[in-house]
């Protein structure tokens, strides 16, 4: 079973950066999807980008398209999240997961969807001051 450990996250100021990164132990995610996603306080966890297996493939959320940029590194077995231009909105718990809940071929295809992904990582905490 993969275990996924998020790093990276800290406080900025507006207009700032931070880069996190998502790193598996246990198993390797060379052929799987992965997602960062993240919750504020009072609020559902919302999707923010996914890459397919190859990392040659992403979808980002409207709210962070030109921002946000997601790479991958499956010989590190990790997932990277650049963040540019923080603004105060996007102050959330950050988590990567894994998209192990479909199919073996829809595995390594990206998505939203949240239902879609099985193992997550504890969180890192993203705390952008305006």
């Known amino acids: 079973q993969a275990r996924l450990v998020e790093s990276g996250g800290g406080l900025v100021q507006a207009g700032g950066s931070l880069r996190l990164s998502c790193t598996a132990s246990?198993?390797?995610?060379?052929?799987?999807?992965m997602g960062w996603f993240r919750q504020a306080p009072g609020k559902e966890r919302e999707f923010v980008v996914a890459i397919n297996w190859s990392g040659e493939s992403a979808y980002f959320a409207d709210s962070v398209k030109g921002r946000f940029t997601i790479s991958r590194d499956n010989a590190k077995r990790t997932v990277y999240l650049q963040m540019n231009s923080l603004k105060s909105e996007d102050t959330a718990v950050y988590y990567c997961?894994?998209?192990?809940?479909?199919?073996?071929?829809?595995?390594?295809?990206?998505?939203?969807?949240?239902?879609?992904?099985?193992?997550w990582g504890q969180g890192t905490q993203v705390t952008v001051s305006s």
């Open positions: 246990g198993r390797t995610l060379d052929n799987y999807a």
């Open positions: 997961a894994r998209r192990g809940l479909v199919t073996t071929n829809q595995a390594m295809g990206v998505s939203p969807k949240i239902y879609e992904y099985d193992i």
